[in-house]
């Protein structure tokens, strides 16, 4: 004996996208022009706007910088150079140090406030008891 279940239910998007055309096929509702076609323009025509703009500031940038990578590879010999590779020993503390000590002087000051807080919050509770 067979049920009335013998295939799945159809899914939420299947559901929805049969109501969508439904309602596109109905003149009196005023979305009447919305179809799947038109969904679909409407989520890959920004997409594409954007990426066509993007390669082409990549094309105008491109363009502007040819020839000047030669140059930047002569120059190279400047930026390895050992005196400006030196990084002083206050740097090193300050980047290493910063990271530990902000977050635990963050912690420590948090903490005096809450405890300051929930200890106003008890005495003030001692005092007025109802």
């Not at 096929?25 to 920004?46: E, H, K, Q, R, T």
Request: contains cysteine; proline residues 9%.
């Amino acid at each position: 004996m067979a049920s009335a279940w013998s295939s799945p239910p159809p899914s939420l998007p299947s559901l929805l996208l049969l109501l969508l055309l439904r309602l596109s096929c109905s003149y009196a509702d005023p979305f009447y022009w919305i179809n799947p076609g038109v969904l679909v323009l409407m989520a890959v025509l920004p997409v594409l706007l954007l990426q066509i703009s993007l390669g082409l500031v990549y094309l105008c940038l491109q363009h502007r910088l040819r020839g000047k990578l030669w140059a930047e590879i002569e120059n190279l010999h400047r930026t390895f150079d050992p005196h400006f590779l030196r990084v002083p020993c206050w740097k090193i503390t300050l980047f290493t140090l910063v990271p530990v000590l902000g977050p635990l002087l963050a912690l420590v000051i948090c903490y005096n406030w809450l405890h300051r807080r929930l200890a106003g919050q008890f005495l003030e509770e001692l005092r007025n008891p109802f």
